[in-house]
Nanobody, 116 residues
């Protein structure tokens, strides 16, 4: 069974940076479409960033120019570099793997809180 585990969340001040990591438990990772989502209290889960079929990044308008998604296939890991964080970025961030064999798999989430 494919497992997805996020890490890297925390409490930061506005303007600071964080890097989230998501490790997938199989080398089949290289074939998976990966994305980051977030869910703030009282709101629906929304796409933050994901890889397109062409390999580039697709970003929510609210994070364009501040967040960058990347992946390291040798480490079965996808990253979300978040710069210039704002209070409205506060949410639980989830990693998603669209797998070739196990459907859509979600991690447990990691909390990001941006507050002064």
């Amino acid at each position: 069974q494919v497992q997805v585990v996020e890490s890297g969340g925390g409490l930061v001040q506005p303007g600071e940076s964080l890097r989230l990591s998501c490790v997938v438990s199989t080398s089949m990772f290289v074939f998976y479409t990966m994305g980051w989502y977030r869910q703030a209290p009282g709101k629906q889960r929304e796409l933050v960033a994901a890889f397109t079929t062409g390999g580039g990044g697709n970003y929510a308008e609210s994070v364009k120019g501040r967040f960058t998604i990347s992946r390291d296939n040798a480490k079965n890991t996808v990253y979300l570099q978040m710069n210039s964080l704002r209070p409205e970025d506060t949410a639980v961030y989830y990693c998603n793997a669209e797998t070739t064999d196990s459907g859509s798999v979600w991690g447990q989430g990691t909390q990001v809180t941006v507050s002064s």
